[in-house]
């Protein structure tokens, strides 16, 4: 019997999201995606395109039947139209709910309404500036390029959108399928907007509601199945509990953590990263204890250079929204980076290419033809396969990479206040009225995981470039790699932090 089924998703960032318009803005090279409101959405093409990529690995002879075919190619008694219609993600509220006006119309609120909303009202258009991280471009040479930086914008982990999904059914056995692709929604894979290898636009399904209405049930009353669609879709109200609400399947395994890949790094001294926005006097570590600056350390007279924190959005227990509250962290583009020039390293020596056998612009015109996504030596094949590669030039020499690391958590004892003087990189004497001050924490513990396509993993980690990724991975544990700024001064070294060693 055919039959309509409706489903309204609620979902959590776990990650950071950049989900961009394709436009710029003063503050940003990126402007975020905004809906009527001028508010944060998830476009519904954003989330059926996921979607589709991630069912294609193992359902991708039904792909037509669920989200139709369209092909200038195709006869026309052969195209598909869409089984499913999936509608735009929209952000939740400071109580858990669609935005709407005092008519409880779904989706459409005044500026006077945002205003009133403690959660809606942090993320309009003048507060974009609260969203800003700054990068720095990277050079054929996997380095920072110099007078390179420049800002995006990042909306931080832990908020709430929700979307609704309808289905056209032709038999009940359809809808068994339809809830087995609901499974893969929140997978590891479904990843969505910009920077997603670099852990970008992951999140959790904390609510599926699902209603199935068979059509010829309503046969004599058809205007009661409209008048249920109706309310089903205006209404604000969201599921926020999976068990109560509908079942999700286990992830689709598509990304593996292979042994001894998800660790913690530990330091015995002192550690800063970037340019934050908060102090360390600011921030709470949220696990009986607060990070405060050690007595025996005078406070410099100076606004000190800040470490890099990011927002995280939290929720109370009765899902009304708490704050947000600022973490230290190290992004995952940066961990990222260093394992992408670290393996690059390891790859080139097992495969015997050394700079001293081969004349230096040799080496590193490889290197930029690597960066650029130009494949002009087989050598690099294997790596493209991990990092990714990305030719403007050739669109179908575009690789996504293989590899998901998420921003790393940072967790300290306490936070002082150093002094420098710039130097002068010519004559090496102390530049006048060049005093700054730094921020740098203490004892810092970096919890560190590395995710990797299972397809692309089987096929590559006995290959040499599977031995210098294990390598690299071995480099970062045992404290071979920096994870710091201004790693020629006293930083910190770190190590694998193991339960229960002194």
């Given at each position: 019997m055919k039959s309509v089924v409706l489903s309204?998703?609620?979902?959590?960032?776990?990650?950071?999201?950049?989900?961009?318009?394709?436009?710029?803005?003063?503050?940003?090279?990126?402007?975020?995606?905004?809906?009527?409101?001028?508010?944060p959405y998830i476009p519904a093409t954003s989330l059926t395109g996921v979607w589709k990529s991630v069912l294609d690995e193992k359902f991708s002879e039904e792909l037509d039947f669920w989200f139709g075919s369209l092909s200038e190619k195709m006869d026309d008694d052969k195209r598909k139209a869409s089984?499913?219609?999936?509608?735009?993600?929209?952000?939740?509220?400071?109580?858990?709910?669609?935005?709407?006006?005092?008519?409880?119309?779904?989706?459409?609120?005044?500026?006077?309404?945002?205003?009133?909303?403690?959660?809606?009202?942090?993320?309009?258009?003048?507060?974009?500036?609260?969203?800003?991280?700054?990068?720095?471009?990277?050079?054929?040479?996997?380095?920072?390029?110099?007078?390179?930086?420049?800002?995006?914008?990042?909306?931080?982990?832990?908020?709430?959108?929700?979307?609704?999904?309808?289905?056209?059914?032709?038999?009940?056995?359809?809808?068994?399928?339809?809830?087995?692709?609901?499974?893969?929604?929140?997978?590891?894979?479904?990843?969505i907007g910009a920077r997603t290898s670099n852990g970008h636009g992951q999140f959790k399904v904390i609510g599926i509601k699902t209603e199935q209405y068979r059509i010829g049930d309503y046969a004599e009353h058809p205007e009661e199945l409209a008048g249920n669609i109706r309310r089903f879709m205006s209404s604000r109200k969201v599921p926020l509990d999976t068990k109560d609400s509908g079942s999700l399947l286990s992830d689709s395994g598509s990304f593996i953590i292979p042994e001894g890949w998800e660790f913690s790094l530990e330091s015995k001294g002192t550690w800063r990263l970037g340019n934050g926005r908060k102090?360390?006097?600011?921030?709470?570590?949220?696990r009986n204890r607060t990070i405060k600056h050690l007595e025996s350390e005078r406070k410099s007279e100076q606004t000190p250079q800040k470490c890099f924190s990011d927002g995280v959005v939290e929720w109370n227990p009765d899902n009304t929204f708490r704050q947000i509250k600022y973490e230290l962290l190290v992004p995952g583009s940066t961990v990222k980076g260093i394992i992408a020039h670290r393996t690059l390293f390891h790859y080139l020596r097992i495969n015997e290419c050394f700079a001293?056998?081969?004349?230096?612009?040799?080496?590193?015109?490889?290197?930029?033809?690597?960066?650029?996504?130009?494949?002009?030596?087989?050598?690099?094949?294997?790596?493209?396969?991990?990092?990714?590669?990305?030719?403007?030039?050739n669109p179908d020499g575009v690789k996504s990479g293989a590899v998901r690391i998420s921003d790393c958590r940072v967790d300290c004892s306490g936070a002082v206040t150093r002094t420098h003087n710039c130097l002068d990189r010519f004559t090496g004497g102390v530049m006048p009225s060049s005093l700054f001050s730094q921020e740098k924490i203490v004892n810092p513990r970096i919890y560190v995981s590395i995710r990797i396509r299972r397809d692309r993993w089987e096929k590559l980690k006995d290959k040499p470039i599977g031995e210098a990724l294990r390598c690299t991975v071995y480099d970062l544990k045992n404290g071979f790699l920096n994870i710091c700024a201004g790693a020629g001064r006293d930083t910190a070294v770190f190590s694998e932090y193991r339960e229960g060693r002194e």
């Open positions: 309204r998703i609620t979902i959590e960032t776990i990650s950071p999201l950049s989900i961009y318009s394709g436009e710029r803005t003063l503050l940003s090279n990126d402007a975020l995606a905004r809906d009527w409101n001028g508010l089984r499913m219609l999936v509608f735009d993600a929209l952000m939740l509220n400071h109580v858990s709910e669609l935005p709407g006006n005092a008519q409880k119309l779904r989706g459409i609120i005044t500026s006077e309404d945002i205003r009133k909303d403690s959660l809606l009202s942090r993320f309009t258009l003048e507060n974009d500036k609260d969203f800003e991280r700054t990068n720095c471009s990277i050079s054929s040479r996997k380095s920072a390029k110099n007078k390179a930086l420049f800002k995006t914008l990042i909306l931080p982990k832990g908020l709430r959108f929700a979307f609704d999904v309808k289905a056209e059914l032709d038999e009940d056995k359809d809808f068994e399928k339809y809830e087995q692709l609901l499974g893969y929604i929140g997978s590891v894979g479904f990843s102090s360390a006097e600011e921030l709470s570590e949220g001293d056998e081969a004349s230096p612009l040799d080496v590193g015109s490889m290197v930029s033809d690597l960066h650029n996504g130009k494949k002009a030596n087989a050598l690099l094949d294997d790596y493209c396969e991990i990092f990714g590669a990305n030719d403007p030039e």
